[in-house]
């Protein structure tokens, strides 16, 4: 027998918060207790139908079985560039401009790896998606982590950032509307963000996963639409959360040519690109119809009402997002994140996101995701009233 021995790079990891509630979970459903799930955001609603019929029809095509282009196909980046435009009135060169993904979770892992050297940091928000500064540790990296506070509207402070750690950092990740406080981002914000870039030589990554799950006729912006950013940074896009299809890999990254270009580069030597029958289903999506992903919104809205409405009416500190499909509730006095989540699993078998898995300044809070149906909604708010919240 060989002894196995993992890589510091493994062995430095944060302990996976989630094991202590996977083991209640467990227990839980043991006991026959009828679970709710309001923890992993994934889409509980189908994949359009014309978009499934558009892989159907490529993946009969030999054409589509070869390897594909590690930078995308050409017909993609170009229905990328031509959403781009139409959505959000941005011009870019499919050429050199953009670069596709297999789901925008790995161009965001990967492009640490095209700019950070041993040492070097990288200023992430905290709480955030998990991946930036799992990310920025596997290149060599550190995490600076900025805190998103509510009296903030969870938006960093880029002046509370010390001068030398700016000066230091390399990239910035920031991403809104934002998983996992829902915050939305200001357009005075992003001109922020830009003119410290600037004055500090940082690369912007923005992840803009959620631009299109947004209510009551809210549209995000695109961190490009502002003055000077498309000179500072990159921004990631996805498929998956917009058009039901976190199961098919499929997102891409626009901005900086050198920056593109750099994450292609550590791409090509690792991957070889997305399936070409997955991204002939991407063109369908992006060139198609919309009134899809209105109906999709329509449904979280209504879902985001029923939970928010009834929340606040148990007396529950939390406010009624504009976008993603997420709700982020302060937990009740006398709690932690972990507590309060192990209270309403045991309690009332609804599962939550404890928000310190986010990092620690998401601890006070926990997530709920909108990904069940109205009448399960309605279930949740009836268990937590039950238990007097
Ligand atoms: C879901 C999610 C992603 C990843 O999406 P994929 O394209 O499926 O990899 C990226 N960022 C955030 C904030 C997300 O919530």
């Known amino acids: 027998m060989i002894t196995i021995e993992k ?90 401009e953009v670069v596709t993904l297999i789901g925008s979770k790995e161009g965001i892992a990967h492009i640490p790896l095209a700019f950070i050297n041993h040492g070097d940091l990288a200023l992430v928000t905290s709480p955030g998606y998990p991946v930036y500064d799992t990310g920025v540790q596997f290149a060599g990296g550190r995490s600076y ?28 990740f920031i991403n809104y509307p934002n998983n996992p406080t829902s915050a939305v981002a200001t357009g005075e914000f992003f001109k922020e963000v830009v003119r410290f870039a600037e004055a500090n030589n ?26 000077g950013a498309r000179e500072v940074g990159i921004e990631f896009h996805s498929l998956s959360k917009t058009y039901n299809m976190t199961g098919w890999r499929l997102g891409f990254a626009v901005g900086r040519t050198e920056v593109v270009n750099a994450l292609g580069q550590i791409k090509s030597n690792i991957d ?60 009740p006095k006398g709690y932690t994140s972990a507590q309060y989540t192990s209270h309403l699993l045991s309690k009332a078998g609804i599962v939550v996101t404890p928000g310190n898995g986010f990092g620690a300044a998401g601890e006070g809070y926990i997530r709920m995701a909108l990904t069940v149906g109205k009448e399960r909604m309605k279930e949740v708010i009836e268990r937590i009233r039950s238990i007097g919240f």
């Open 145 to 172: 982590f900025m805190d998103l506070k509510k009296e903030n509207d969870f938006l960093p402070d880029l002046k509370a950032v010390p001068p030398d750690i700016a000066k230091k950092a390399k990239l910035m």
């Open 202 to 227: 940082i690369i912007v990554c923005h992840d803009a996963a959620y631009t299109e799950l947004a209510f009551d006729g809210y549209k995000p912006a695109s961190f490009l639409e502002t003055d």
């Open 7 to 96: 890589s510091e790079r493994l062995k430095k990891l944060p302990p996976y918060l989630f094991k202590e509630i996977d083991r209640q979970k467990e227990e839980v459903r043991k006991r026959g207790v009828d679970i709710i799930s309001l923890g992993v955001g994934d889409p509980d609603m189908p994949t359009p139908s014309h978009i499934i019929e558009a892989l159907q029809k490529a993946a009969i095509d030999p054409e589509n079985h070869k390897y594909p282009s590690y930078s995308g196909m050409d017909d993609f980046n170009r229905a990328v560039a031509r959403w781009y435009k139409k959505r959000f009135n941005v011009k870019l060169d499919s050429g050199s």
């Open 272 to 331: 070889s690109g997305a399936f070409q029958a997955v991204q002939v289903a991407g063109i369908a999506a992006l060139d198609g119809d919309q009134t899809c992903v209105e109906k999709i919104n329509m449904e979280y809205a209504e879902r985001r009402n029923i939970l928010v409405d009834g929340l606040i009416k148990l007396g529950l500190s939390v406010k009624k997002p504009q976008a993603t499909f997420y709700v982020w509730i302060e937990v």
